[in-house]
């Protein structure tokens, strides 16, 4: 029997970043800020916000300090005690009760298929939440939430991804989906190709969000090397499209591939507009510079 409520997610990070040399050499993308918080903690406040209750990073070498982030700093929130900075210490008292933290290593960067399996130990026999941490998504309902609520209402057994239209000439960057309708932001997935290189089946593209049963680990164990050499989720979920099905959520909000440099860019542009103490300040700096780039 499923739970009724999503428990566990996963979090690949364990990619070596080349798009974000060098910065990504060393410290992990997935702790660049977007306004002051890294990446990878919007992850975790959304997978809260969805209901989960664990979340499992995959890391791979100098990715420590993610793991980190979510724990308790005891020296530092002494200090701040001793200095009786309140708001700073309830800052932090919350972000290391925020979710439970746990990680594991793949230690070759075979594949996102692969950075998965990484974590069936952990999940045992119990439906998956998988958030690629580079994709930070904006919507009234997170987009975690909504596909839970998808994945619960169409019984526990189909799988749900998270979908959006991308300009077809950046088709070949995605998995890429043809589907039926099934209600009004639902369809039925028929077929799903991983970065197809020519006449992608449409320009439905999957974006870093899923919801799994568990039946996914038996289908990554069968996957060989795809796309790239690597072991791709994708292929998984191909064999999963007839039985026991695969649903599309389609998603409405705003999405920020912060791995990318002008996507992270733009996230923090976003973000920062935002907070109301950065709004009006930055709205002025903003158009100050466009006025001088344009002339
Ligand atoms: P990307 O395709 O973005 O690759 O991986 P990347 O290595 O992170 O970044 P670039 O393209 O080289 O700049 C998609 C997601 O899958 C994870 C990544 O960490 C990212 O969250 N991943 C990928 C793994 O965890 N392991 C892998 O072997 C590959």
């Avoid at 916000?49 to 990715?63: E, F, H, I, P, Y």
């Avoid at 996914?216 to 795809?226: A, D, I, Q, V």
């Amino acid at each position: 029997m499923s739970k009724p409520t999503l428990s566990k997610v996963v979090v690949p990070a364990a990619g070596l970043g080349t798009r974000f040399l060098p910065f990504s050499k060393v410290v992990p993308k997935e702790m660049l800020p977007i306004v002051d918080k890294p990446a990878v903690q919007y992850i975790a406040e959304e997978a809260v916000a969805a209901g989960a209750k664990q979340m499992l990073l995959v890391t791979s070498r100098n990715k420590e300090s993610m793991e980190d982030h979510f724990d308790m700093a005891f020296e530092l929130e002494a200090v701040l005690r001793g200095r009786k900075k309140e708001s700073e210490l309830e800052m932090l008292s919350k972000l290391s009760k925020l979710i439970e933290v746990a990680s594991v290593r793949q230690q070759q960067p075979l594949g996102l298929g692969h950075a998965v399996l990484c974590a069936k130990p952990w999940v045992g026999d119990e439906p998956i939440g998988v958030m690629l941490p580079d994709d930070l998504l904006e919507a009234p309902t997170p987009c975690m939430r909504s596909l839970w609520e998808c994945f619960a209402r169409f019984g526990h057994s189909m799988g749900v991804v998270a979908l959006m239209e991308v300009p077809w000439e950046k088709t070949h960057q995605y998995g890429i989906v043809s589907a039926e309708r099934v209600e009004e932001g639902v369809v039925r997935i028929r077929s799903i190709v991983e970065k197809p290189p020519s006449n992608p089946p449409s320009n439905l593209a999957v974006i870093g969000r899923y919801m799994l049963p568990p039946t996914l680990f038996g289908e990554l164990e069968k996957t060989g090397r795809g796309a790239g050499g690597e072991i791709q989720l994708t292929d998984a979920l191909a064999r999963m499209v007839d039985a026991p099905g695969l649903l599309g959520y389609l998603f409405k909000g705003r999405r920020f591939d912060t791995g990318d440099k002008l996507g992270f860019l733009e996230a923090n542009v976003a973000y920062a507009l935002k907070r109301p103490e950065l709004r009006a300040p930055f709205l002025a700096y903003l158009r100050q510079l466009l006025e001088t780039e344009s002339t």
